[in-house]
Structures are given as structure tokens and as C-alpha cells.
Nanobody
């Protein structure tokens, strides 16, 4: 059974950092593209960052470039999203997503291959 479980969300002040974790079970990340999507109240879900472990490529939305980093953990079925210099507009529920998209751009930018979703973790950036 495919399962994605997110953790690491919370309340942080502007300029602070959080690291989100996604633990995958029931499948091997090597054969999927995995990413982070987010949804703020009243907005549509959108791709934040996606990672293709096989080819070593990553995608970042313009709004998070230079602040967020996606990586694979030493526990190989774990993926992290390191979020630095957080801003109030980063407030959202963050979802871990895995699927068979053909590229990180296809998944994160064009919303293709969004096959498996976690339940999400809340990130709130506020003073």
C-alpha cells in the first residue's frame, strides 16, 4: 500500500526556517518523481518543488528559489524540504506528492503525474 506521511510543519516567525519530511512506504522513490505542493486558504494547490532522484534534477517555483531546498534523506525513502527565510506568504498546508510524471517540470509546473498524496502538514509564518 502506497503511503506518504509528512511531518515538520508548525508556526515560525518571518525569516525563520523549517524542515519538512516526507516518509514514503509501499514503493521505492527511485522510480518516481516526488515533490511538495502547497495550498493556502482560498487558493489552488500549486507545485513548490519537485525532485527526480534518478536523473538528479530539481524544480523550484519562482517564489521559493534560493530559499527552499529539496533533498533525499539518508533513509532512502525519505525526502526533505528545507525552508529558509520564510515569509508570511509561505503559509499553507504542504503536501508530499509522488507520481510517474516524465519530468520535474511536468509534475510541479504542469501538475502531471500527481498519483499519490500525503495528508499534508500545516506551515504558518507569522509574528
Amino acid at each position: 500500500q502506497v503511503q506518504l506521511v509528512e511531518s515538520g510543519g508548525g508556526l515560525v516567525q518571518p525569516g525563520g526556517s523549517l524542515r519538512l519530511s516526507c516518509a514514503a512506504s509501499g514503493f521505492t522513490l527511485d522510480f518516481y518523481i516526488i515533490g511538495w505542493f502547497r495550498q493556502a486558504p482560498g487558493e489552488e494547490r500549486g507545485g513548490v518543488s519537485c525532485l527526480d532522484i534518478n536523473v538528479g534534477s530539481a524544480y523550484y517555483a519562482d517564489s521559493v528559489k534560493g530559499r527552499f531546498t529539496i533533498s533525499r534523506g539518508n533513509a532512502k525513502n525519505t525526502v526533505y524540504l528545507q525552508m529558509n527565510n520564510l515569509k508570511p506568504e509561505d503559509t499553507a498546508v504542504y503536501y508530499c506528492v509522488a507520481g510517474g510524471a516524465t519530468s520535474v517540470q511536468a509534475m510541479c509546473h504542469s501538475n502531471y503525474g500527481l498519483d499519490h498524496w500525503g495528508k499534508g502538514t500545516q506551515v504558518t509564518v507569522s509574528s
